[in-house]
């Protein structure tokens, strides 16, 4: 989980109350917390605390609110978070990269000590995706499946926040892959992109919208995938599932719910899941634990996907040995997708997932999607600073005063040069490089230019 670079979420709380003196007959407002960072539960619930003070006492009350959120301590990764806000200390643990997948938030720390007791989330981010998708069980692997290929799609819910939470929560069914395409949570007609997105002289882009308004049913119907949904309520058996229909149907302002697509799934359904979903609400098990069965699923379907791939992008990594320190460190292998697939024979997903069908079929179309480059990039900048760094270690463990004996100045301050750049790369890009190997490079350095003649010595010291 990542902060957005380019684009901020909104986190609103709407409150309409009747009034007869109003032309609409009801009093409206919203209170929007805006942020980079994609932490749903907690600016949430930081929204039911603080916005029906604002409604009553207006801007003293946001100001006194700023104040103390302006003491919060930065979100670090792997921390647990105590935060006061309103008389309400809520308790947050920070996700890192480190965690294990699929494994349940640490215990939160710290409680005995703080008075009020305090408000504990156990996720910051995640959705309770059972709630989400009841009304979709049957169709999970469907819909994971156009997820993972950065399909274009529609979701048309009754209100915004079933609309926001649908889209969340099938952007984040591919974890741990990151879903690399765009997303709208609650997309309008004011939208700039709306022009962009209901033409028909050009194909959808790969985005996930989720929208209110039944009008899009007429403009967006060209869209090749198509969810509709009714309001998400939590019923005492498997919720009514909803059908899936050809588009052709999606006609009438009172379409029905289901999943308008003429879309062949590449593998079969996982008829166990679905029994063992039944069997737990049949025994009333809490949906947060129906929850973390189908997160434990999603995310050993994406593991039994993409574990191949990384294997597979590992072998393309040059051996430590071809590292030397006096040449560039060699070339990372290209990507070729016909040897790839001649792996799978050996050490495919069926190693780890039982379900059957056509899974050189889906990684064909994956090639294809904004998901497989933007894993393939991300896998990539992070094997060539893994490079960079290995390079710089064989740097320090070589006998640099052996190699200046036959040199000449232009060749050792060239040397100087480089070293300085990789120093200062290594610092920016963050690499994976040890405090005491870069204080090592950096003492090089300075025997170095230490070694060349004083003019040029006061060149290369000059800043």
Known sequence: ME??????????????????????????KSLVLVSRLPYVNLFQCLLQLIAPEYFDKLEPCLEAVCNEIDQWPP?????????????????????????????????????????PAPLVLPSVHELDLFRCFQPVLIHI???????????PMVVMAPSPSVSSEMVLALTSCLAPLRYCCDFRPYFTIHDSEFKEYTTRTQAPPNIVVGVTNPFFIKTLQHW????RVGELRMAGDLPKQVKVKKLAKLKTLDTKPGIY????????????????????????????????????????????????????????????????????????????QEDFMKS???????????????WLGLYRRFFKSPNFDGWFRQRHREMSQKLEALHLEAICEADIVAWMKDKSEVEIVDLVLKLREKLVRARCQHLPVKEETLQ????????????????????????
């Not at 090749?224 to 969810?227: A, G, K, S």
């Not at 350095?445 to 000059?462: F, R």
């Open 3 to 28: 902060r957005e670079a380019a684009h901020y979420f909104g986190y609103v709380y709407f409150r309409q109350v009747k009034d007869s003196s109003m032309r609409r007959g009801y009093f409206q």
């Open 141 to 151: 692997q469907m819909l994971w499946e156009l997820m993972l290929l950065g399909e």
């Open 440 to 463: 090592r490079v950096s003492l090089y350095i300075d025997t170095i230019i230490g070694s060349l003649p004083e003019d040029l010595q006061a060149v290369l010291h000059h800043p």
């Open 224 to 227: 090749p995938h198509i969810l």
């Open 344 to 358: 799978l024979e050996h050490a495919g997903p069926q190693l780890t997932c039982v379900l059957k069908g056509d």
């Open 261 to 336: 697509t003429s879309y062949k799934t590449f593998l079969h359904k996982d008829k166990t899941l679905i029994k063992r979903l039944l069997k737990g609400i049949q025994r009333k098990r809490p949906s947060e634990v129906q929850s973390a069965l189908l997160r434990r699923h999603l995310l050993e379907l994406t593991q039994s996907f993409i574990i191949p791939l990384e294997h597979y992008m590992a072998s393309l990594m040059p051996l430590q040995r071809a590292i030397t320190p006096w040449k560039n460190p060699p070339q990372i292998r290209p990507f070729c």
């Open 75 to 115: 979100p670090v990764p792997g921390q647990t978070l105590n935060l006061p806000v309103m008389g309400v200390v809520i308790q947050v643990r920070i996700p890192s990269r480190v965690d294990k997948p699929g494994s349940s938030p640490v215990k939160q720390c710290n409680q005995e000590n703080l008075l």
